[in-house]
């Protein structure tokens, strides 16, 4: 397949369960961090193949300070929410100014530092950025254990009623079941804003780091969340008096981690949608969007078919990537004025949900 590669945002630290799926697409996903250290000191295998992490600005000798901050958030009355809510109060304003609620995080940071006023200014911004996407890191865990749980549960009431009615069921059909039930998913408790908020901090990171993220040149960029690519799509309105044109929907499944053989049927997909896959990379370096309009049908019909006789929704479920066309390079639609010149030539994002 045409190597290509992308990089999820804002997601700081994705779990690699959840996005399997997009191996068929992606040759290698990348994604922001904020400890290099938690990667060296990490078991997980999956950092030395398809999903790989980039330090825009490594903690260093601040390490210490920043995982003790973080035990003092953890250790707070007041829950991960609220704290983030404090947080996205002051982070990227306009004047930085620190109101008490928020100084004795902020300010332990700043108070043995020399330089500048100006200086101290742009680290502050910087540890709020990294303390805003650290706590948004613990809710997404704290949501996804919910989640195994609720499966968990769900998967007990089942087997519960299945006994109950002295049924059955061989080991398909209990998968079958269990999978159904994985899609219940708890409310995230964040906002819009909140959102839009951990979206300017993950800017904050990458911004002006153009020689740690050359790499990224011709990626795709892949939205996380549905809230941060309305972000994208609202302000294109805005400027272009219309949508980006959502040109491409792709299948994938969600539950590739169910598959019996994962790698062989991985390697036998990708060679036999090899030729399909070439077109559509193809496709995203047109920069008309009338090739998208007469390509885009004809193209996603053909790798959603693929896609389903491979992982059959019945059992492996069903997630969806849709890939936009922006009229200029997708920073320009960003929520803040960030030094991302990188990004001028990418005109495609992504959603996956």
């Known amino acids: 397949m045409t190597p290509l590669t992308t990089l999820l945002f804002p997601e700081t630290a994705p779990l690699p369960v959840q996005y399997q799926p997009l191996q068929l697409f992606f040759a290698t996903l990348f994604h922001l961090g904020l400890d290099e250290q938690e990667e060296a000191d990490s078991q997980h295998l999956h950092r030395k193949t398809w999903l790989k992490t980039l330090y825009p600005i490594p903690l260093g000798d601040d390490r210490e300070r920043f995982l003790f901050l973080l035990n003092n958030i953890r250790n707070r009355k007041d829950d991960y929410s609220a704290q983030l809510s404090q947080l996205t109060l002051a982070s990227l304003s306009a004047d930085l100014q620190f109101a008490e609620s928020r100084t004795g995080i902020i300010q332990t940071v700043l108070e043995t530092r020399e330089g500048k006023e100006k200086d101290k200014t742009q680290e502050g911004e910087i540890w709020q950025a990294r303390l805003l996407l650290a706590i948004a890191e613990i809710i997404a865990q704290q949501q996804h254990d919910i989640s195994q749980a609720m499966q968990e549960l769900a998967a007990e009431e089942d087997q519960l009623f299945s006994t109950l009615h002295g049924e059955i069921q061989d080991f398909e059909e209990e998968k079958l079941s269990r999978t ?8 995230s408790p964040l906002n819009n804003t909140t ?6 901090a993950w800017l904050v990171l990458i911004s002006g780091k153009e020689t740690l993220v050359s790499q990224l040149k011709t990626a795709i960029w892949t939205a996380t969340q549905r809230e941060v690519a309305e972000i994208l799509i609202e302000n294109h309105h805005k400027r272009e008096g219309e949508p980006p044109l959502a040109g491409i929907i792709l299948h994938f499944p969600k539950h590739l981690a ?6 062989s049927i991985l390697a036998t997909f990708k060679k036999e949608a090899e030729p399909l896959h070439t077109e559509i990379v193809r496709l995203f370096q047109q920069d008309s969007h ?5 390509k885009r049908v004809d193209l996603a019909a053909q790798w959603n078919r693929m896609v389903h006789r491979f992982f059959p929704e019945k ?3 069903q997630t969806t990537l849709t890939f936009y066309h922006c009229n200029r390079g997708i920073s320009s639609y960003f929520p803040t004025q960030r030094s991302l010149s990188i990004t001028s030539e990418v005109k ?4 996956f949900e």
């Open 195 to 200: 959102i839009k908020n951990i979206f300017k």
């Open 258 to 263: 169910d598959a019996d053989d994962k790698e």
């Open 348 to 351: 495609v994002f992504a959603l």
């Open 290 to 294: 009338e090739q998208w309009q007469t």
């Open 180 to 187: 159904e039930k994985i899609d219940i998913e708890p409310t």
């Open 315 to 317: 059992r492996y479920g």
